[in-house]
């Protein structure tokens, strides 16, 4: 994201030329035309629950969720990571659990899951480069993981890595960044209602270029924090250094909380293009909400702090 297109999104970028209504809008015109035994034969396999987390606004379709991608490992351009990522194997899959926690292991992925509810939810994301997109994950709260795993009392953060195998991620074969990709999180942010494993979109797993076979999500904070292809989860009480904070500390702090009034050193953080898949989406910049619109769940873990200064 340092390195180019940081400014502004070309529109030969932009492929899908329909707008995806979010499936709620679809079911009710469906049912008004169709009625109710028509729909299983029309609508995608998997059902999703409408939960007190999802947004009603308009989805971007699958099509571009899974073609405009932010995946160095795969390429430094957002139409890179859908073409690199081809053929990436999903299985087999380990996740190292180290640290501060009661059951260490390295876990087969499946076992990792094991017992945990698989949800659906709908999240407004926002990356630093001020695109966002509306996207179905599919995936696990992190807080059932966490207390199936029982960190310590003595861990205050948790830190998370992407697979590092320069054999299957062509780009780790060259410095553009610390590989491999890092990221954090202090326990109570891990701990938050909203914090989400995801194992793909639109109900079901993959594709890999969005972080399958396990992926970080946490719609309040910019796009880096979502750390994609995890294989190693270690409770901590330190900080960790997270790959964007080490590469550049004066433009991504370990935070990043979306915040419409504290800029990015090169450009304002108080608009963004949702991408829709419509043909004119970066012509209507809407306004950035504070914590990306979702306060209610995580403004009260930053209360007193200085965002400024923990941006
Ligand atoms: N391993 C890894 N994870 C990553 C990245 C990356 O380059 N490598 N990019 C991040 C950034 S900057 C964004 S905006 C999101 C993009 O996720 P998406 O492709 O599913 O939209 O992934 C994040 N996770
Ligand atoms: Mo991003």
Same mark, same amino acid.
Not at 270 to 283: C, K, P, S, V, Y
């Given at each position: 994201?340092?390195?180019k297109?940081?400014?502004?999104?070309?529109s030969?970028?932009?492929t899908?030329?329909?707008?995806?209504?979010?499936?709620?809008?679809?079911?009710?015109?469906?049912?008004?035309?169709?009625?109710?035994?028509?729909?299983?034969?029309?609508? =995608? @396999?998997?059902?999703?629950?409408?939960? +007190?987390?999802?947004?009603d606004?308009?989805?971007?379709?699958?099509?571009?969720?899974?073609?405009?991608?932010?995946?160095?490992?795969? !390429?430094?351009?957002?139409?890179?990571?859908?073409?690199?990522?081809?053929?990436?194997?999903? &299985?087999? $899959?380990?996740?190292?659990?180290?640290? *501060?926690?009661?059951?260490?292991?390295?876990?087969?992925?499946?076992d990792?899951?094991?017992?945990?509810?698989?949800?659906? %939810?709908?999240?407004?994301?926002?990356?630093?480069?001020?695109?966002? *997109?509306?996207?179905p $994950?599919?995936?696990? /709260? *992190?807080?059932?993981?966490?207390?199936?795993?029982?960190?310590?009392?003595?861990?205050?953060?948790? +830190?998370?890595?992407?697979?590092?195998?320069?054999? &299957?991620?062509?780009?780790?074969?060259?410095?553009?960044?610390? $590989? /491999?990709?890092?990221?954090?999180?202090?326990?109570?942010?891990?701990?938050?209602?909203?914090?989400?494993?995801?194992?793909?979109?639109?109900?079901k797993?993959?594709?890999?270029?969005?972080?399958? =076979?396990?992926?970080?999500?946490? /719609?309040w904070?910019?796009?880096?924090?979502?750390?994609? @292809?995890?294989?190693?989860?270690?409770?901590?009480?330190?900080? =960790?250094?997270?790959? $964007?904070?080490?590469?550049?500390p004066?433009?991504? !702090?370990?935070?990043?909380?979306?915040?419409?009034?504290?800029?990015? =050193?090169?450009?304002?953080?108080?608009?963004?293009?949702?991408?829709?898949?419509?043909?004119?989406?970066?012509l %209507?910049?809407?306004?950035? %909400?504070?914590?990306?619109?979702?306060?209610?769940?995580?403004?009260? *873990?930053?209360?007193?702090m200085?965002? %400024?200064?923990?941006?």
């Amino acid at each position: 994201m340092l390195i180019k297109r940081a400014t502004d999104i070309p529109s030969s970028e932009i492929t899908s030329e329909y707008a995806y209504r979010n499936r709620r809008q679809f079911l009710k015109a469906a049912g008004a035309t169709l009625g109710a035994a028509g729909l299983g034969s029309i609508l =995608p @396999a998997s059902a999703y629950a409408s939960s +007190k987390y999802d947004t009603d606004e308009m989805q971007t379709p699958l099509e571009h969720v899974s073609s405009y991608n932010n995946y160095y490992e795969f !390429g430094t351009g957002k139409d890179e990571p859908v073409v690199n990522a081809k053929g990436f194997k999903l &299985r087999p $899959w380990t996740v190292a659990v180290s640290g *501060m926690v009661k059951k260490p292991a390295t876990y087969a992925l499946d076992d990792l899951l094991k017992g945990l509810t698989v949800e659906d %939810r709908i999240y407004r994301m926002r990356c630093v480069e001020r695109w966002s *997109m509306v996207i179905p $994950w599919h995936g696990y /709260p *992190m807080a059932a993981l966490l207390n199936k795993l029982e960190p310590l009392p003595s861990a205050k953060f948790v +830190k998370m890595q992407t697979l590092y195998a320069p054999d &299957r991620m062509l780009e780790q074969r060259r410095p553009i960044l610390h $590989w /491999p990709y890092t990221e954090g999180l202090r326990m109570d942010e891990a701990m938050n209602e909203l914090t989400f494993l995801a194992v793909g979109v639109y109900g079901k797993e993959g594709p890999a270029q969005n972080g399958a =076979p396990l992926r970080l999500i946490t /719609p309040w904070k910019y796009g880096f924090k979502g750390v994609k @292809a995890i294989v190693k989860i270690e409770f901590t009480d330190k900080m =960790p250094l997270s790959a $964007w904070n080490e590469e550049a500390p004066h433009e991504y !702090g370990f935070y990043a909380n979306v915040n419409p009034n504290v800029d990015h =050193p090169r450009w304002s953080q108080a608009n963004e293009a949702r991408l829709t898949g419509g043909l004119f989406d970066q012509l %209507r910049p809407i306004k950035t %909400r504070m914590f990306n619109g979702y306060g209610a769940f995580v403004e009260r *873990m930053y209360a007193g702090m200085d965002l %400024r200064a923990n941006f």
